[in-house]
């Protein structure tokens, strides 16, 4: 992630406003994994602060980008969303 820029995949998102939750395993475990909160600006930033992402069944997708929108109009700002495959592949 760049400054006012997510890439994930083949997809490109540009905005100082975008937020990105994801879960990535730790090298050379099989248990452990690493949570990543960020945004590509103070806007993004505030945008990934406003969610519950530490109560206990919060029910989060493996990776998600939004934008500062969605806590306004709701999933119309989620900009992608889903599941790693086995290989931890989008």
Excluded: C
Aim: no cysteine.
């Amino acid at each position: 992630m760049f400054k006012n820029k997510i890439t994930a995949g083949n997809q490109q998102f540009e905005g100082d406003d975008l937020a990105a939750y994801f879960n990535w395993p730790l090298r050379n475990s099989t248990l452990a994994s690493v949570s990543v909160i960020s945004g590509t600006g103070i806007k993004g930033m505030r945008a990934a602060d406003a969610n519950q992402y530490f109560a206990g069944g919060s029910g989060f997708p493996d990776y998600m980008i939004f934008s500062l929108d969605m806590l306004q109009d709701g999933v119309t700002g989620i900009k992608t969303a889903g599941f790693f495959d086995h290989d931890w592949k989008l």
